[in-house]
């Protein structure tokens, strides 16, 4: 009866273990709803669409697939925000991801839009995306900075190469004196540093109306997004300028939400971003080719600047880039050093500067 009675107890405690196991299991599984958001629309920009496409359902999946968690994402796409305000946003936690150009916050995130100081590096998105991320492995701080805005960089992909779309055609620097053109931000002063050309900020879900009213009569932008706002409809002309590829598009999450998320879910995030920086960089690279294919099919005419003009452009910017760094120096953050590594990653990779020469011998610092 003794054996018994212990066999008993025995089960019984097995029982109540296995019990508390589970409300245990239980109660460590969690749902999770995150609202991710931008301030333009989803699909004719590459990092939203594949943030939408890719990012978002995958992330959905192989949570519910590899944890005992759930996450849900709520997609506010050029909905509830401007695409001045997101940082802010995502900041006061409206949104818990957003997804943001830098040139949008010329201020507050300068140093993630760089690339405005150091053109006509790379057309190849894939290629910028490579050794953007390599020097940003050697200069952590440079993403980190976004910390005082209680969020971390998550990543960002690269856009195509900045051209230019326009009402009038030109094949000349010089040709563009007289004109009103318009540009977002940071990439202002490519047109500020040409003499005589009126400079107008602007943003792409304003841009249609403009170019249709006169208000301005082109347009800084790569060719995807030039199609797919469908710009080619009030002007015509469209010129490949070399400008480069940029990796522009942030996409941030609040501080307070990554900390409540568990190890699980952060290591599935952590290693899909990676994958649509990737993805949104190789769309990119297509969409550039089809872009132009299109516009031409359309009626737009298409020109490629010159090599002898890429290079009157870059020596009206010499001197810029070494102010620019200057300033971000003056604010803790190594730019002096980070674009000499930059550049120098650029040309490990097999890049030739074609304007080094002429813009880039002044990061003397």
């Not at 273990?17 to 709803?33: D, M, Y």
């Not at 100081?117 to 290629?127: A, G, H």
């Not at 199609?227 to 002309?237: N, S, T, V």
């Amino acid at each position: 009866m003794k054996t018994s009675h212990l066999k008993k107890g025995s089960t019984f405690a097995a029982a109540t273990a296995i019990a508390f196991a589970v409300s245990i299991s239980l109660a460590s599984a969690a749902s999770f709803t995150l609202k991710i958001g931008s301030g333009q629309p989803m699909k004719p920009l590459e990092p939203i669409n594949q943030a939408n496409y890719y990012f978002v359902p995958t992330v959905e999946k192989r949570v519910a697939a590899e944890t005992s968690h759930k996450i849900k994402f709520i997609k506010l796409w050029s909905t509830v925000s401007s695409p001045f305000d997101v940082l802010e946003n995502v900041q006061k936690k409206l949104f818990d991801i957003g997804l943001f150009c830098a040139c949008f916050e010329p201020t507050k995130t300068t140093q993630l839009a760089f690339h405005y100081y150091l053109p006509m590096v790379t057309d190849d998105p894939v290629t910028q995306l490579k050794i953007t991320r390599k020097t940003y492995a050697e200069f952590p701080e440079w993403e980190a900075d976004t910390k005082r805005f209680n969020q971390t960089v998550l990543g960002a992909p690269a856009f195509s190469s900045y051209g230019i779309g326009t009402t009038f055609g030109w094949k000349k620097v010089t040709d563009l004196a007289g004109h009103k053109l318009a540009g977002a931000g940071l990439n202002l002063p490519w047109l500020k540093l040409l003499s005589d050309v009126t400079v107008i900020q602007t943003n792409l879900n304003e841009a249609y109306n403009s170019l249709q009213s006169g208000v301005y009569e082109g347009v800084v932008i790569f060719p995807p997004a030039w199609k797919g706002f469908k710009l080619d409809e009030p002007a015509k002309f469209y010129t490949e300028v070399g400008w480069g590829a940029t990796t522009l598009y942030q996409m941030t999450i609040n501080n307070d939400t990554w900390a409540k998320l568990p190890s699980g879910i952060k290591k599935i995030i952590n290693e899909e971003k990676e994958t649509w920086m990737v993805k949104a960089s190789e769309l990119a690279r297509k969409k550039y080719d089809s872009s132009l294919i299109a516009l031409k099919k359309d009626g737009s005419t298409i020109y490629k600047l010159p090599y002898d003009q890429r290079a009157a452009m870059a020596k009206a910017y010499d001197g810029w880039a070494n102010d620019e760094a200057k300033k971000l120096d003056a604010k803790g953050l190594p730019a002096s050093k980070l674009f000499r590594r930059y550049l120098a990653i650029a040309e490990e990779a097999g890049i030739k500067l074609p304007h080094k020469s002429v813009s880039y011998t002044h990061l003397t610092l």
